[in-house]
């Protein structure tokens, strides 16, 4: 038999949460982030499942390939451009687009000659990770619009730090220094796209919308925010991570469970055996009283996790047995909170399921 844990990706769900984005942006185009396997989700899968989005953006090349290999023939940007001279072959011949943030790409822009390829030039709005410095922007611009290898127009983007916290005011600046060091742009006689949001800046920042936005974490039914549950935007999870008990054991009240007997039954009490472990990408670091979900039943982690198994509290759910299931989290148990019990971001958690998980896609 078959091991039974498994990721149920909700492909219902992510285009909802696309359409979501939509309403929250009604005069952008969706770039929709489908970076590190789609957040963990599978890439080409979620992609194919994304037909409304307007473009796709991966961070490097081996994520672009198999998306085109499969049959995706809308935009895909690579958010971090290409590393080498050599790359550029892959991106003419995958029809790739790129974004350009650093003088040693322009450099290799300016020495190359062939078909043109679609840019994106990076601005350092205050992340102060990728990008030209603002005040060079326009000197960057003039110098793309330069290369014989750069098509036309380029377009022109920036990435926020901050956005996922709505009292921090560092977003309002950031979107400042943008707009003021593409005020060139009013002077060009092409139609040149900008971008700015991530999926926090789409929900939380009207102001960065622009023409293009790029929703990442929100798509997969995820809150965006530090601390705000995802319910009130009705984003809906797109993954469900299950299991299921693989044995049920009575112990005396004292009896310590698992690896380090971290934790000691307080009574006696039935302790369920659930086959998920940090090698699946259940991490290890969610403390004893995690919730998860037993038959649909609130029931909370106890003692250390272990590679293949988790132990749980099934005082609340005394009639389980072997083969029932076990939610870790996803529909009726938001990541977000086992992530912050976790000491973690859902972004990790998602991206972190090991290929050891079978996944199962529905689309109702
Ligand atoms: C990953 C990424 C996004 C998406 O961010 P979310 O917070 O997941 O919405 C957008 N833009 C860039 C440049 C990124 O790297």
Redo the contacts with the bound molecule.
């Keep these: 038999m078959s091991r039974a844990t498994r990721a149920v990706i909700d492909l219902a769900a992510l285009r909802h949460n696309l359409q979501i984005s939509r309403q929250a942006a009604p005069n952008s185009k969706q770039m929709a982030?489908i970076?590190a396997h789609a957040y963990g989700h599978g890439m080409v899968r979620i992609a194919q499942a994304l037909d409304e989005a307007d473009a796709f953006?991966v961070?490097i090349i081996e994520e672009a390939i198999p998306l085109r290999e499969a049959g995706i023939s809308k935009p895909i940007l690579l958010?971090e451009g290409f590393n080498s001279k050599q790359d550029l072959n892959l991106i003419r011949g995958y029809k790739l687009d790129c974004v350009i943030h650093h003088e040693s790409q322009l450099k290799i822009l300016e020495s190359i000659e062939g078909d043109p390829i679609k840019v994106w030039l990076k601005i350092d709005s205050g992340m102060h990770r990728l990008g030209f410095s603002p005040d060079i922007a326009n000197e960057v611009y003039q110098r793309l619009l330069k290369c014989p290898s750069v098509s036309q127009p380029i377009s022109l983007m920036t990435?926020l730090s901050n956005a996922d916290d709505l009292a921090d005011d560092f977003t309002e600046q950031q979107i400042r220094t943008f707009n003021e060091a593409i005020g060139f742009k009013n002077s060009s006689n092409e139609e040149i796209d900008c971008s700015i949001a991530?999926?926090?800046g789409i929900m939380g920042w009207p102001s960065s919308h622009a023409d293009w936005v790029?929703?990442?974490?929100?798509l997969y039914g995820v809150s965006?925010f530090i601390s705000q549950a995802t319910k009130q935007y009705d984003l809906k999870p797109v993954m469900t991570l299950k299991s299921e008990l693989i044995a049920v054991n009575q112990y005396k009240k004292g009896d310590r469970i698992g690896y380090g007997g971290t934790w000691a039954c307080p009574e006696d009490m039935p302790v369920g055996v659930v086959a998920i472990g940090y090698g699946d990408g259940y991490p290890r670091h969610a403390p004893s009283g995690t919730p998860v979900l037993v038959k649909d039943r609130p029931c909370q982690l106890v003692g250390r996790v272990s590679m293949d198994m988790l132990t749980i509290d099934l005082r609340h759910c005394s009639d389980a047995k072997p083969g029932d299931e076990v939610i870790l989290w996803g529909k009726g148990l938001p990541i977000e909170k086992i992530a912050d019990l976790s000491g973690t971001i859902a972004?990790e958690l998602l991206c972190g399921v090991t290929n050891r998980v079978a996944f199962e896609y529905q689309d109702k």
């Design positions: 982030i970076k953006g961070a958010l990435h991530n999926s926090a790029r929703p990442g974490i929100m965006p972004y």
